[in-house]
Each structure stands twice: as structure tokens, then as C-alpha cells.
């Protein structure tokens, strides 16, 4: 499956976005006995605490952004460190990925709102990559309107015919 690889280099973070005070943002951590925030599924979570937990993650900055509204959860954006699934990224450089918003919640700048400020609280000192498909328009100008560039068009790669086991990764030719 092709994959965009967009890359945040952007010196001038941009303003975060007024959000409505009907909402409430929180930035989960995990540790030893936090596995997962309230309101997510167990798979695939739960591996990503295990990842952290034994340091398969390459840092631990492994973290999630949530948005609720009157208590229920609408938004959710995973800060992930490398690890095998992103084989470009450096040892301190950081994935924004399994972004999620609900459907009733769509359009109201949830997604831009959580990367800005995922971008203000990590992107001063490291790289942050967004990934997403060429076909999705939506994601492709949240990560545009947050500073991100197009860096490389690569792929997703299968392990042993097994997606779970792939990465996604680029060559030096994909670099734009």
C-alpha cells in the first residue's frame, strides 16, 4: 500500500485553534498498572503499553492525546517512538499516528486541534512524522495545516505476508 511520509520541520509552530470549552483534552501516559486510557479497546493498545514497557519502543515518549466531549471520548491521536514498524525514523524522532476522530465530531478541527498541540509539547526538540495514505484528503490537510511537508512517498510493507509484521518505509529514490 503506498504511504505519504509527511515531516514537520516548521520552525514557526502554528497558533493552536480555539477549541470550544465543551470539550476536555487530556495527554495519557502509560505506566506500570495504566495499560490504557477509559473508553479505548484493549487490542491494540495494550501492545503498545507492552511495547513501552519493555523497551521496544526506542524512547519512552510513547503517549496518546484524547479529546472528550461531556465525557465521552471523540478524538483520539497516538504519539509513538520508533520502533521496528518504522524503521526511517531516528532513536528520538516520534510518529503521530492512529488518529481517530468520531464520526458525529468530524469537521470541527479536532484532528489539527490535537496535532498542534502534540506539536507544541514534543516538536522543539525532535522530529515528528504524520503518515497517511495518498487517498486520504482529510488527513493530508490536517497535516498540512499543522506545517507538515510531504518528505517521501514509500509503502507498507508485509512480513511474511503478515501486515501486522511489515513497516512502512521509503528509499533514498522516494525522498521528494
Not at 50 to 63: M, Q
Not at 139 to 158: D, L, N, P, T
Request: aromatic share 16%.
Amino acid at each position: 500500500m503506498e504511504c505519504l511520509f509527511f515531516l514537520n520541520k516548521t520552525v514557526n509552530r502554528p497558533k493552536i485553534p480555539d477549541l470550544s470549552q465543551d470539550y476536555e483534552t487530556v495527554l495519557w501516559r502509560p505506566s506500570l498498572f495504566k495499560i490504557k486510557p477509559a473508553g479505548l479497546s484493549w487490542r491494540p493498545f495494550a501492545i503498545w503499553w507492552l511495547f513501552h514497557i519493555s523497551g521496544i519502543f526506542k524512547n519512552r515518549r510513547y503517549a496518546i492525546l484524547l479529546i472528550y466531549q461531556k465525557g465521552q471520548m471523540i478524538h483520539h491521536s497516538c504519539i509513538f517512538p520508533k520502533y521496528s514498524r518504522f524503521p526511517f525514523m531516528d532513536k528520538t524522532d516520534l510518529q503521530v499516528g492512529d488518529t481517530w476522530t468520531a464520526p458525529e465530531a468530524r469537521g470541527k478541527g479536532l484532528a489539527v486541534y490535537a496535532l498542534t498541540l502534540i506539536l507544541k509539547d514534543y516538536a522543539n526538540d525532535t522530529n515528528v512524522w504524520y503518515l497517511t495514505t495518498p487517498d486520504n484528503t482529510a488527513s493530508i490537510r490536517v497535516a498540512e495545516k499543522c506545517g507538515f511537508s510531504i518528505y517521501a512517498k514509500g509503502r507498507r510493507y508485509k512480513c511474511l505476508g503478515i501486515s501486522l509484521l511489515g513497516n512502512y518505509n521509503f528509499s533514498e529514490n522516494d525522498i521528494l
